[in-house]
């Protein structure tokens, strides 16, 4: 099964392009942890002993937090997880986290600025594999 931790230049595009101008977006994250984080790369952020991909991951969401309150973002919910109630009983996610952005502007100054990009590793070192799923709220469902 291929992994995915990051977009493509192609995904990310399409994605500025399908939200742009839509309002709020809520992302929908999915989250396989590694055994091990993985700092191969990453070694100016490396924790001085060895990490589990999870502790990772907090670490990832500690430093992240006040960026994401600064583009004016909230987590909605963060939890466990791991089979499907209904899905592949194949796919096995560790936790599932909901952001809510205010734009598709916002999210995106979010994730290019500085302060976040330099801890973004934290994610990548704690991720086996991903899955990040945007939308916008259905207003007319009746």
Known sequence: MQKYIDATPESGKKFYQDFHN??????????KFREKADYKNLEQIQPDETISGEEAYKLYMKNTL????KAGSRIIYYGKSNDFLIGPESEKWDAILIVEH?????????AQSEDYLK???HRTAGLEDSRLLPSTEIKNYT
């Open 66 to 69: 006040p960026e994401l309150k």
């Open 102 to 110: 205010e734009s598709v502007m916002k999210f995106m100054e979010f």
């Open 22 to 31: 839509k309002g709020k977006i809520v992302m929908l994250n999915l989250l």
């Open 119 to 121: 801890n973004a590793g």
